[in-house]
Every structure is written in C-alpha cells, then in structure tokens.
C-alpha cells in the first residue's frame, strides 16, 4: 500500500493528464460493451424499452445456436471470408511483384494502388451495384454490345453471382491492402541471398519458391490478420449491393446481426449473435498470429 502511494504520488501530473483519456475511453467503449453483453442476456426490444430488465438468461444464445439462419450465415461468412482473403492475398502479391521491378514511375504506380482502398465501402457498394445492374449495368452493356450475352445477366439476383459481386467488389477495394505490404517486404529484403543463388544457378522460381515467398510470409500473415478482422465483420457492401437478398442468400453475419436488431427490433438476440461471431474473428486472429510467428522462426526472427 505504500508502494502505490508513492508511486502515485511520484507520477501525479502523469496519471491527472492520463484521467480524461482513461474516462473517454471508459465512458465510449468499456460501458457499450457491458450495455450490449448484459442485454444478450435479456428478452431487450427496441420497441419495448422495459424488456430491458426481462432477464432471460442463456436463452438467447440457446436460440442462436440452434437458429438455421444463423447457421447459414456464418458458413457464408466462413466461405466469403476464405475467397476474399485467398484472392486479395494472390492478386496483391502479383502485384507488388510487378510493381517493385518497375524502375521508372514506381511512386507514381504506388500512389494509384492506394486508390481503392481510400474509397468509403458504401461508395464501392454503389458503384458495383450500378456496374452489375441487369438493366442500366455498364457490365451487361458492354456484354451484350460486344456479342457476349444475348441477354442481361442477373448478376445481384442469381445467388452465386450476386455472392461473386458482392467478392469482387470487396476484392477491388482491399487488394492495395496486401499490395503495399508485400511491396514493402519486397523492399525490406536483402539482395545478398538472392544474388547468392543467382550465382549458384537457381531459377527465376526457385529463388521465388525458397528464398522470396518465405521472407514475405510474415508481411502477408500480418495482412491476412488485419483483413480477416475487416471481411468477418463485412456489412456495408453487402447491405448496399443485396441487402443481404436474394432470399437472405447472400446474408452474413452483420447483416443478419443488424436485420435482427434493427428490422426485427430484437436488441438482445442480435447481441447475443454479435458476441458468438466475435469468436469468429477471435479464432482467425489467433490462427494468423501462429502463422506469423512460425514464419519469423523460420527466418531466424525472434
């Protein structure tokens, strides 16, 4: 007990100029957080604020695990989360490797390949809802005016193309995410191994294959984990271009969440959904740290 009071009194002025900071952050993040964990456990409707206080227990989550919806939801956020990462990661990778051997214009190049990802994702929602349109879709016009398709293609009804959109769209936007990180561990990477195996009488994909890609693994798992917390929460793209249609075939987990809260006005089921899908991003966050960490041990990184 003395121990601390000499120390806060050795650090007054620090910790007074700390307080606001620990206020706000307790007062915007810490009390939402217990607001929506306690209400999972409650029977809450917006439409009736007194059900706050109708404690139901584990009802709730009983509901959810046993909810198809629910179900459906998550194997489709599972399935969208595993293309989406799968092809930003390949196409970024393609793409810094061809930008990191342009000589001439490479700030220019590099400038443009941020472009995407400074777009709000409800614009990149719009924009794509446009293009894919069936009737006034530039993608069904230039089709059908080059002989491709002698009719408009449903590409935001079908439910596989209207899930193929809505990946594309994401794809576009968050490809430059990958890009400028591999880019950067393409110019972190010492020049001595490659030309080492050069002069050995490696291939151009062996150097790549043995001495490239496995530098570059950590740059990538970073990325990987930082997109996997973005694309497990996708909402806005999704509630823009389908809204989550047709038929709830394109719905995933936020999009159920808010349709649950907001449309059906069930506040504490619609928690309840939130805080097992956080385990979603919990259990890919996890997964992605112990591949980054296997990779810096391999490179003899501690």
Not at 23 to 35: D, H, T
Not at 164 to 179: D, K, N, R
């Amino acid at each position: 007990m003395k121990r601390m009071r000499r120390y806060v009194r050795n650090n007054a002025v620090p910790l007074a100029l700390l307080a606001p900071a620990v206020m706000i952050i307790l007062v915007v993040v810490l009390l939402p957080l217990i607001f929506s964990f306690y209400t999972g456990f409650t029977n809450y409707r917006l439409i009736r604020p007194e059900s706050l206080w109708d404690f139901i227990g584990l009802r709730n989550y009983a509901r959810v695990l046993t909810d198809a919806d629910f179900w459906a939801a998550l194997w489709r956020t599972v399935l969208f989360l595993t293309v989406a990462l799968n092809l930003e990661m390949l196409l970024g990778l393609c793409l810094a490797l061809m930008v990191n051997r342009i000589t001439w214009g490479q700030r220019t190049m590099r400038t443009i390949m941020m472009f995407p990802m400074m777009f709000s994702p409800i614009l990149v929602g719009f924009q794509f809802k446009y293009m894919f349109n069936d009737t006034i879709g530039v993608v069904n016009n230039a089709l059908q005016s080059l002989g491709l398709s002698q009719k408009a293609i449903p590409f935001l009804v079908d439910r596989w193309l209207a899930f193929g959109s809505i990946a594309f769209a994401e794809i576009w936007m968050s490809t430059s995410i990958f890009a400028i990180l591999i880019l950067a561990g393409l110019f972190a990477m010492p020049r001595d191994p490659i030309e080492a195996a050069r002069v050995d009488g490696c291939t151009s994909w062996q150097v790549f294959r043995h001495i490239t890609l496995p530098f570059l693994m950590p740059f990538i798992y970073i990325a990987m984990t930082i997109r996997s917390l973005d694309v497990a929460r996708a909402y806005d793209i999704v509630d823009v271009m389908t809204g989550g249609g047709p038929a709830g075939r394109t719905e995933l987990l936020w999009t159920l969440i808010a349709r649950t809260a907001y449309d059906d006005a069930r506040m504490g089921r619609a928690n309840a959904m939130a805080y097992v899908s956080i385990l979603l991003s919990i259990f890919f966050t996890w997964f992605f740290f112990r591949k980054l960490m296997a990779a810096r041990q391999h490179l003899g990184a501690f």
